[in-house]
């Protein structure tokens, strides 16, 4: 278990949790945040792919939005996916490259993500991003 690993008297779990509180915090968020996403589009496919493909129905996607919420799946799922091993990574002491890289997808998606919204002139959508780019590119910068 966790808790059975020392570093002379101290706990390392403990030591990343009071040390990296913050890096903790904010992988959790994203791994709740991209896991969720990438899980609902999974569950309600049909529904998710309806409502975008009317969403971008007068853009230059509307022939490519299948093919692009595929991508956008895989690539939410891969975010949350790699931040939740990079945050096990980190609490175990063993370095953080999985959490950067996890933060880096994360980064990427919510900038196709913002790209989309802009494009499809969804400007309340876009700023909704920001709310959560914030954090991963902090995180990011945390991580580096």
């Known amino acids: ?10 706990n390392v779990f403990m030591n990343v949790l009071t040390d990296y509180a913050a890096e903790v915090l904010l992988l959790i968020f994203l791994v709740i945040t991209f896991i969720q996403s990438g899980l609902d589009k999974l569950l309600d496919w049909k529904g998710n792919l309806t ?30 996916i790699l931040c939740g091993i990079g945050l096990i990574q980190l609490l175990l002491g063993s370095g953080n490259n999985l959490a950067f890289l996890g933060a880096l997808v994360s980064c990427l998606v919510l900038l196709m993500l913002l790209f989309g919204q802009r494009i499809a002139k969804d400007y309340e959508g876009a700023r909704t991003i920001v709310v959560y780019f914030i954090p991963a590119i902090f995180l990011l910068f945390l991580l580096q």
Not at 52 to 63: G, I, R, V
């Open 1 to 10: 278990p966790l808790t059975a690993r020392q570093t002379g008297s101290k």
């Open 51 to 80: 409502w975008l493909s009317d969403h971008f129905s007068q853009t230059p996607f509307k022939t490519f939005v299948p093919t692009l919420f595929i991508v956008l799946t895989i690539m939410e799922l891969a975010a949350g």
